[in-house]
């Protein structure tokens, strides 16, 4: 039986390589690839045979190229991309190095951007096939201190809810998992009001679990395009669609308030 496969950016540690380790003990063949190659191929050799590592600059679209290409070439074909590297800065917006802020969305936007494009002729060729964005609870309601960040994140929810639509003929689904904050090296020291009052209370492994389940679920025009990880962002994403506008906002201001 082929094993299906799945090539993971940003997965030399945290929610990408608990991704790796998970689908690699599910069977399949793993993609590991990341800026840090050398521990990117760390992680490759302490899974198996069955993992791949290589170096993945997500905001260069000539880097996806070759890598997306050598690793079809090695797995046979490419079935579950999941665009999973990303970056945060935290602080208030004016204090905040213009560069950083274009820097985000250069790797969380046109990452996602990048790797969507590049893999589609590999996608559309294969017996199945997928893409998971990783967007985020701040995609629910804009934040404050964090405004480039929830700012990339939307822009991958709405990637997600395009493409999920476009690509429909050609029987790829592109569904993204929204998880609150990760219990991750990305959220060390994060200077936002949101993390003090709502705290880290989800693993890297929670999110795999999630995006798993999300990788498996059986396709049906019922089959939602987004999907929470843990109860706090599942609430928050339900009361945003139905709350007044000004009742979200009191909400963040709120949220937002540093002790």
Not at 149 to 161: C, L, N
Not at 213 to 222: A, C, E, N, P, Y
Request: hydrophobic content about 45%; charged content about 20%.
């Amino acid at each position: 039986m082929l094993r299906r496969t799945i090539f993971i950016s940003g997965s030399a540690q945290g929610i990408g390589a608990a991704v790796a380790k998970l689908f690699y003990a599910k069977g399949y063949k793993v993609g590991i690839y990341d800026i840090n190659a050398v521990q990117a191929q760390k992680l490759a050799s302490e899974l198996g045979i069955n993992a791949k590592a290589g170096l993945l600059d997500v905001a260069n679209y000539e880097n996806w190229q070759k890598s997306l290409k050598e690793f079809s070439d090695w797995a046979g074909e490419i079935n579950i991309l999941v665009n999973n590297a990303g970056i945060l800065y935290s602080g208030a917006f004016e204090n905040t190095d213009i560069q950083a802020h274009h820097r985000t969305i250069n790797i969380n936007v046109n990452g996602v951007l990048n790797g969507c494009h590049a893999a589609f002729p590999y996608l559309k060729n294969a017996s199945f096939a997928r893409v998971i964005n990783l967007s985020s609870a701040s995609a629910i309601y804009g934040q404050a201190d964090l405004i480039s960040y929830s700012a990339s994140k939307f822009a991958v929810r709405s990637i997600t809810e395009g493409l999920d639509v476009e690509w429909e003929k050609y029987g790829i689904r592109v569904l993204d998992v929204m998880p609150l904050f990760v219990q991750t090296a990305m959220v060390t020291d994060m200077d936002a009001g949101t993390i003090q009052n709502m705290g880290v209370n989800l693993t890297p492994d929670d999110v795999a679990e999630q995006i798993f389940k999300t990788v498996t679920l059986k396709d049906s025009i019922f089959t939602a395009t987004h999907h929470t990880v843990g109860l706090k962002a599942e609430v928050m994403f339900h009361l945003s669609r139905f709350s007044p506008q000004f009742v979200n906002r009191l909400s963040n201001l709120f949220l937002s308030k540093k002790k």
